[in-house]
């Protein structure tokens, strides 16, 4: 992304036209060679945990008050979690608390091995993209421990940074006009305006588009791949089972070729076959 450190106070534009000229900018340093585009989601994709749960942990007995809970309303995640960020600052809770609890959430298994899989192959193969609904910070934290930063071309999420009186201060991505999406976050806006970016800069499309997720907010983006493209939805997770249901209901409605995964190195077994086609 980077969504921090482009808006002020003064800055009255509407988030969608911040965030094309932000998807402007951040692409010009991209290498426009690359035959695949890959998308990966974070929580529950990368890290077998959700990032926001696992904040919790640094809370006082581990655990948020009920009338915390209680403020949470469906569509409007990111609101409640910026109320629970607000929660911890005001209970002491630190950057290096929060830090530490990201650092220590556990790959999904085979991830690093389908990491290392995309670092090993040649250099025009993999274009790599993040794509998630937690936050900069707790992101960025995990992919610098693991020492998977690098392998990362973009990573859109919801922009957040500490404020001076050191609260973790997390904005909505983007405004949307989908009705399946949370709020703050529609990822299938974000995939077709990539690729359609791109497409353009490359002077050409990408051979294959893959998706990897796992949550229901993974399926929306997924209904934007082609017959050519491959879906990876975690096994008996969301995603996965909107993909069934779709495919049963509306028979063509989804498009793409579906892998669903277990574990990661399903998926480096589908992509060893797919990259020397």
Known sequence: IYLQGSETHEDIRPPQSRRSEIMASQSAHIPNDRRFLIFFDFDETIVDETSDDMVVQTAPGQHLPTWLKDTYQPGRYNEYMQRVLAYLAEQG??????????????????????????????????????????????IESWLRRAGARQLFHRIFTNPATFNRDGRLVMRPFHSHECQRCPDNMCKQVVVREYVARRTQERGRPYQRVFYVGDGANDFCPALALGPRDVAFPRRDFPMHRLITETHEAMPGEFKAVTVPWATAEDVVQRLRKLVVE
């Open 93 to 138: 809770v630190t950057e290096s608390d929060i830090r530490n609890v990201m650092e220590k959430l556990p790959a999904t298994p085979g991830m690093l091995t389908l990491f290392q899989f995309l670092r090993t192959r040649p250099q025009q193969d993999f274009e790599v993209v993040l794509l998630s609904d937690a936050n900069t910070f707790f």
